[in-house]
């Protein structure tokens, strides 16, 4: 079976650009979270969707956006680039909603110049 | 809110060494427990995880207990080899008010030289 996909890999920006990062779930799981990690450091939760409804949202300003389809796959929005969005964003899928194993995908490393 | 304390790194070993990589957290409830673990260049792979007190996870001749008393989750390998290379990652999710999402530690880079 599939793990959790994400597109594209890698991604440069500059300032000021906006961007979108997308993820496949595992088949049959409902949940999806999204994580930055900025290097040297463990990621941070950014949001929680779960049957196409935002469940959780971390400590991001609302420059961050995100959304799930009917199919549970998601889009991570970023508008108006800072230097500091410069990170490996990580998508992670669940069955549901509850306290589950989560399990992640590649990540989308961006650079921002 | 919920936090991940792991020890400093980086953590060089000789293969054959015995490993320890010390978490501890600090939670509001019954937390599940996890480490994973992190390869150069790519995503975060499960390793092990523990859903409640004194449950020990293991996987891949790595082990952890989860002990509520002290509130730790240490990682612990007999015999590491150099493939065992990498950043692992101790992290919780559940608990109050956090909820499912994961709450990581800072991660701790092994290198395990032949």
């Known amino acids: 079976d599939a793990g959790v996909t994400q597109s594209p890999t890698h991604l440069i920006k500059t300032r000021g650009q906006h961007v979108t990062l997308r993820c496949s779930p595992i088949?049959?799981?409902?949940?999806v979270s999204w994580y930055q990690q900025v290097l040297g450091q463990g990621p941070q939760f950014i949001f929680q969707?779960?049957?196409?409804?935002?469940?959780g949202r971390g400590n991001f300003p609302d420059r961050f956006s995100a959304r799930q389809f009917p199919n549970y796959s998601s889009e991570l929005n970023v508008n108006a680039l800072l230097l500091g969005d410069s990170a490996l964003y990580l998508c992670?899928?669940?069955?549901?909603?509850?306290?589950?194993?989560?399990?992640f995908g590649p990540g989308t490393r961006l650079l921002v110049l | 809110g919920n936090s991940v304390t792991q020890m400093e790194g980086p953590v060089t070993l000789s293969e054959e060494a015995f490993l320890t990589i010390n978490c501890t957290y600090t939670?509001?409830?019954?937390?599940?427990l996890f480490w994973y673990v992190q390869y150069p260049g790519e995503g975060l792979q499960l390793l092990l995880k523990?859903?409640?007190?004194?449950d020990k996870g293991s996987n891949k001749g790595f082990e952890a207990t989860y002990r509520k008393e002290t509130t730790s989750f240490h990682l612990e390998k007999g015999s590491v080899q150099v493939s065992d290379s990498a950043v692992y990652f101790c992290?919780?999710?559940?608990?109050?008010?956090?909820?499912?999402?994961?709450?990581f530690g800072e991660g701790t880079q092994l290198t395990v030289n032949p």
């Open positions: 992290a919780l999710s559940g608990g109050s008010p956090s909820g499912s999402r994961l709450t």
């Open positions: 088949s049959g799981h409902k949940s």
């Open positions: 939670a509001t409830g019954y937390p599940s």
């Open positions: 992670a899928s669940k069955p549901g909603q509850i306290q589950e194993t989560q399990y």
């Open positions: 969707y779960y049957e196409k409804e935002e469940r």
């Open positions: 523990a859903t409640k007190a004194d």
